[in-house]
């Protein structure tokens, strides 16, 4: 039997996003940066903290929320997904279960309103989380929640409520790991790198420049997938519901995604709800 491995759209070995909270002014120049480069991802987003369209803030503040109307000008038309970031920002563990329902929902319900979207997407407010809140989560119909928790390494997540990153922009490996993310070659898995963080904490460290490194190191290339958190997680539960025969000579795709995958030397391509031999 050889191995049958997951390839991203396009047969690409390769996937890339990233997945930034709180909706900040500095969101902006991340999208000018990232987009340059091709890069895309998620935003997580307080829908309870927006302030007021006036918003006057005081020299040297860093942590600048957007209010609504410019929040929806800088996203709208950037392709990337907008994700819940609980309500108020307020930490799950340790809250009643209807509160922290409350949170989740209320800020899920809020961001459909003005994004006119489904919102399945979720980041875990200071990183905090427990069994509770991914049982809520996964009650409210959310598909993935992100943690804070690095793995400096580009495996598909195996619980998407529970979902690693491969690493925060602060953190010294940083680039490292970038080269041997765009150096590996033929990989026996489907390669993930994850990246988050706040763009705030390019203007208080003064290190956009990391930003630009990066976003040119892995950009542009084209055995990578630039996609936002959803996208990706919902390829890799489409291509879990594939269907084989024993000879793994027929393969049906039940599903609406087009689908890539590697079987021994073959690279096979199967086109949504379509039937493809191998
Ligand atoms: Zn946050």
């Known amino acids: 039997m050889a191995n049958l491995i997951m390839r991203f759209p396009g ?37 309870g903290c927006f302030p007021p369209a006036d918003v006057k803030y005081a020299p040297g503040t860093i942590h600048r929320r957007m209010p609504l109307h410019r929040l929806k000008e800088v996203y709208d038309g950037s392709g990337w997904e907008i994700a819940a970031h609980a309500y108020t920002h307020a930490t799950l563990v340790g809250l009643p279960g209807n509160l922290a329902t409350d949170e989740i929902l209320r800020d899920r319900k809020t961001l459909e309103e003005i994004f006119g979207t489904v919102i399945r997407g979720f980041a875990y407010p200071y990183g905090a989380y427990d069994d509770k809140s991914v049982e809520i989560l996964k009650n409210c119909g959310f598909a993935y929640a992100r943690t804070v928790n690095s793995t400096h390494d580009f495996y598909i997540p195996q619980d998407w409520l529970r979902m690693p990153a491969t690493c925060h922009h602060n953190d010294p490996e940083l680039m490292k790991l970038a080269e041997r993310f765009t150096e590996a070659k033929n990989s026996w898995h489907p390669m993930l790198f994850y990246l988050w963080g706040h763009s705030y904490e390019f203007e208080e460290l003064n290190n956009w420049k990391v930003l630009e490194d990066f976003a040119e190191a892995v950009g542009a290339r084209d055995d990578v997938w630039y996609a936002t958190n ?49």
């Open 11 to 47: 047969g690409k070995t390769k996937a890339l996003t990233l997945s930034y909270d709180d909706g900040v002014e500095q969101d902006e120049r991340l999208l000018e940066i990232t987009k340059k480069h091709g890069l895309k991802g998620t935003f997580n987003i307080n829908s």
């Open 230 to 278: 959803i996208e990706i997680c919902d390829y890799c539960e489409a291509f879990k519901r594939l269907i084989f025969d024993t000879a793994m000579k027929i393969c049906i795709n039940p599903t609406a995604s087009d689908l890539w995958f590697c079987y021994g030397e073959k690279d096979v391509y199967v086109p949504a709800g379509a039937r493809a031999e191998i």
